[in-house]
């Protein structure tokens, strides 16, 4: 990963530092420090904004070089354009716009944080400052040649307030969440080589025991001793032996039941015997996106100190076809007791799953469960790469996450469970088999993962489209988003706190 963006905060009267970025509106008005800061640079602006033919449109920018009548090597005005309309998710989505003005080559950046008529608060200046943060993001490590021009650098953006002390509270909240976000979109860039089950189990720990989570890694060994065998089949196939990392944050009373999160980390899918076909099989790599999630989201609560008792619990195997790897017809017997039929060896995260699911239940009773995964093409069909499917078991869960997702913009669409799927996935030889073919696949995926939750509030996140090679966002130019963490971490916030 580059370097990441070193955020700072000081009182707009402050001179600023390196570039300068000023903001405007769709009257080309500016707040009263900027007005103080340009006076002298009229002249420059008024060619500058005729020249650019720049009307104040929102999100349009202005980039000067060296600015007749300011001492700043750059100046650069953007616009929010009318700022009776901006809403809360546009403050997130301009500090991601601001970083991404920044060029290259430069090493300091202040950014007055001001508006013409109207305040900014300090919860949406810390938004602006997210924004910038996870913007600023590449994963460049194993790039040994970089050209200085176009890769972005070490940066320090100065954020000049106008209550400097609010700022840094409410951005308190929000820097454990930037992390977060940031470990996970890590988790998923590395390549398969690099991250087997054992590396990111070891990375959790070591990252998640400096904030305070409690780590316990479950090895083969205690995995065939405890019976996740739906789990452990779908590792046979490789030299790398399964794991599941169990994280618990306790934020909240000692007594008070956890939220529970759990991710599919399958950390290379070659879809074992049933292979995939070899174009962008590379991608495959990705196929952890839940569990970098989860571990993302358990390290930003425990960051920011939330008041909740939280346990993250991921599933970490390596589908491969050897000779030892699980064939179509075999049947496996989950944790749960149920047993499996297995059709396709490519539908091995819900396998992954049943088991997590089972485990979790049983040995920590929580308040809810949700699943991270990215489980079915299907819902690439369905929903394309803007929202992950939703499922779930409960309306008020359902209702809870969808709501977060406006709130964050992670957007979920909720999509049907129902006992009339179940015959797709009715086995012959078994209680169940582990695909239902082409028809509903997301569906029936679902469907498969709600055996083994019982009467616990469940919901089931199919981030395929989400997590990994999604499109590039004002927040996001990285292959892997990190999507999921500020989603749930904004569900624990607004519900399950205190």
Not at 36 to 50: I, P, Q, V, W
Not at 417 to 445: C, H, Q, V, W
Request: proline fraction near 4%.
């Amino acid at each position: 990963m580059s370097e990441p963006l070193t955020l700072s905060f000081a009182k707009l009267t402050s001179a600023p530092k390196g570039a300068v970025i000023v903001l405007t509106d769709e009257t080309l008005a500016f707040g009263s420090a900027t007005q103080k800061l340009l006076k002298g640079a009229d002249a420059t602006l008024t060619r500058a904004f005729d020249a650019e033919r720049f009307k104040g449109k929102a999100f349009t920018g202005v980039d000067l070089l060296a600015p007749a009548g300011l001492a700043a090597p750059r100046l650069i005005v953007l616009s929010v354009g009318k700022t009776a309309e901006l809403k809360a998710t546009d403050f997130l989505k301009l500090g991601g716009i601001i970083a991404g003005k920044i060029p290259a080559g430069v090493r300091e950046a202040s950014l007055l944080v001001e508006l013409p008529g109207a305040k900014i608060a300090p919860e949406s200046v810390a938004e602006i400052a997210l924004g910038a943060s996870l913007r600023a993001y590449e994963f460049d490590r194993y790039k040994t040649k970089k050209k200085d021009d176009t890769e972005r650098g070490p940066l320090t953006l100065n954020l000049l307030v106008a209550d400097e002390a609010a700022v840094k509270r409410a951005w308190a909240t929000r820097e454990g969440v930037s992390d977060g976000v940031l470990l996970a979109r890590d988790l998923v860039n590395e390549p398969a080589n690099v991250l087997d089950p054992a590396e990111f189990a070891r990375r959790a720990q070591e990252h998640l025991s400096g904030v305070g989570v409690e780590v316990e890694v479950l090895g083969d060994a205690e995995l065939h001793a405890i019976g996740m065998g739906a789990l452990l089949g779908v590792g046979q196939g490789s030299i790398k032996e399964s794991r599941v990392v169990v994280m618990r944050w306790n934020g909240g009373a000692k007594d008070d039941a956890p939220v529970a999160f759990i991710g599919k980390g399958v950390i290379f899918d070659s879809g074992g015997i049933s292979i995939k076909p070899a174009a962008g099989m590379e991608d495959m790599k990705g196929d952890m996106g839940g569990a970098a999630c989860v571990t993302g989201l358990i390290y930003a609560l425990a960051a920011r100190k939330a008041k909740v008792n939280a346990v993250g619990v991921i599933g970490l195997v390596e589908n491969m076809p050897d000779g030892a790897a699980q064939r179509p017809g075999d049947i496996v017997t989950s944790l749960s007791g149920q047993t499996i039929e297995v059709i396709n060896t490519d539908a091995e995260g819900r396998l992954v799953l049943s088991d997590v699911l089972w485990y979790t239940k049983d040995r920590f009773k929580p308040k809810f469960m949700i699943d991270l995964a990215t489980l079915t093409g299907a819902i690439l069909v369905a929903l394309g790469q803007e929202y992950a499917g939703l499922f779930s078991n409960d309306d008020a869960l359902a209702a809870n996450i969808a709501a977060a997702g406006i709130e964050s913009g992670e957007r979920v669409w909720r999509l049907p469970l129902g006992p009339e799927y179940d015959k797709l996935i009715d086995s012959k030889f078994a209680d169940m088999k582990n695909t239902g073919g082409r028809n509903a696949g997301s569906i029936t995926a679902a469907q498969f993962l709600q055996r083994f939750v019982e009467k616990t509030p469940w919901a089931h996140l199919d981030v395929a489209g989400t997590a990994m090679s999604s499109p590039a966002s004002d927040i996001n130019k990285s292959w892997g988003s990190g999507w999921g963490v500020r989603l749930l971490n904004q569900l624990v916030k607004d519900h399950y706190e205190g």
